[in-house]
């Protein structure tokens, strides 16, 4: 099947992933025209401009996928609305820098994830569930394709990335359960093509327990699973941490991989750390690297709207230093933006922090890619 009908069967246009019947819907739409430039009405135009992206991706570059999802998440949902509300903020804001505006422009949009919110893995339905959402979907109830968002994710970001080696995919997603699915599709691109993949992880939470109350996938788990996915635990790099009821070393020895604790972060600064996680990334044999961000890395001042703020973290520009230093020394190959949850905030606290995220995916859009 050609990989245009795949994204057309797996995702919906960008800001059109979440189902709604109703309420909410005419806005919806008048978002997907607007970030696809659609003045008409006509259903057929607006996925005829959605078709023109997916002709982008011949051209390598970045690449923008949305999961507006959030049933992997904790005890304070809304993430569902972060990729929405980032998408919204690139293409209206006045806020945003010159050179973030022009990443975002020019990237391709490849879609939503059409998302099924009462599902989380296609591995946790039963066959009859399958069965039946898939008859939905696809109007085929003997089909194999994936019904639950995390599946859904994963196949379509594993399409984007066997087909187009020099696309840079980029996914805005709500809860951070949704990264195992972009992290693992990177990694088999990479090994795919005899390269080793790094992980840089800013958050400020490990993610490292393997199962949440007997789930395997899970706001908290999904970066255990990367680390079993990968060559070396050594490469995975967590940079921020500062909430969780293990020490750093206990962290280190049970699960490999190198942290930077938040109070490190603030006194060495983001030449330091930067240094030391090139330096980290580099003995564990690493080629390129996928930069993973959860929101509440930073400050609860700089990201009050998500689901977990935490104070005593690092700032914006902390994260964009040290992105830029890495992407110095490696291709970022693939990224993610997790856990921005608009509502959770007073209205100042909601742009500040969409304000950030969205410098903080475009500092990962004009990092090097390999050629």
Not at 59 to 69: C, H, V
Not at 153 to 158: F, G, K, L, S, T
Not at 176 to 185: D, E, N
Not at 303 to 313: M, R
Request: proline share 5%; net charge negative; with cysteine.
């Amino acid at each position: 099947m050609d990989i245009r009908r795949d994204l057309e069967r797996y995702l919906r246009p960008p800001g059109a992933g979440r189902a709604l019947f109703s309420t909410g819907l005419q806005e919806q739409g008048r978002l997907s025209r607007q970030l696809l430039g659609v003045r008409s009405l006509d259903d057929e135009q607006l996925f005829e401009a959605w078709r023109a992206q997916h002709l982008r991706l011949n051209m390598g570059g970045n690449a923008i996928l949305g999961l507006p999802f959030d049933t992997g998440s904790g005890s304070r949902r809304g993430s569902a609305e972060g990729p929405n509300a980032m998408l919204r903020f690139f293409a209206n804001e006045g806020s945003l820098t010159p050179e973030a505006y022009r990443a975002f422009q020019g990237a391709a949009l490849v879609g939503d994830v059409r998302v099924v919110p009462q599902l989380l893995h296609d591995d946790a339905c039963s066959a009859d569930v399958l069965r039946e959402v898939r008859r939905a979907l696809y109007d085929d109830p003997t089909c194999d394709d994936p019904v639950a968002p995390l599946s859904v994710a994963e196949e379509a970001a594993r399409r984007v990335m066997q087909r187009h080696s020099q696309v840079r995919l980029i996914a805005l997603i709500g809860d951070h359960s949704g990264s195992y699915a972009i992290a693992r599709a990177s990694i088999e691109r990479a090994r795919r093509l005899g390269q080793k993949l790094g992980v840089v992880h800013f958050d400020a939470h490990t993610d490292m327990v393997d199962y949440r109350l007997g789930v395997k996938w899970a706001y908290s788990t999904w970066a255990y699973w990367v680390l079993q996915e990968l060559h070396d635990p050594r490469a995975f790099v967590q940079i921020g941490i500062r909430a969780t009821t293990k020490s750093q070393a206990q962290w280190q020895a049970e699960r490999g991989m190198t942290q930077f604790w938040a109070p490190e972060c603030l006194e060495r600064g983001a030449d330091a750390i930067a240094d030391d996680t090139i330096a980290a990334l580099k003995a564990a044999g690493v080629d390129v690297v996928h930069i993973d961000w959860d929101i509440d890395g930073l400050d609860a001042a700089e990201a009050p709207a998500t689901g977990t703020p935490e104070p005593g973290g690092y700032s914006a520009g902390f994260g964009m230093r040290v992105t830029e230093r890495i992407g110095a020394h490696f291709p970022v190959v693939s990224g993610v933006m997790a856990e921005v949850a608009p509502f959770l905030a007073d209205r100042n606290g909601a742009r500040r922090t969409l304000n950030n995220a969205c410098e903080l995916v475009a500092c990962m859009m004009r990092a090097p890619f390999p050629t």
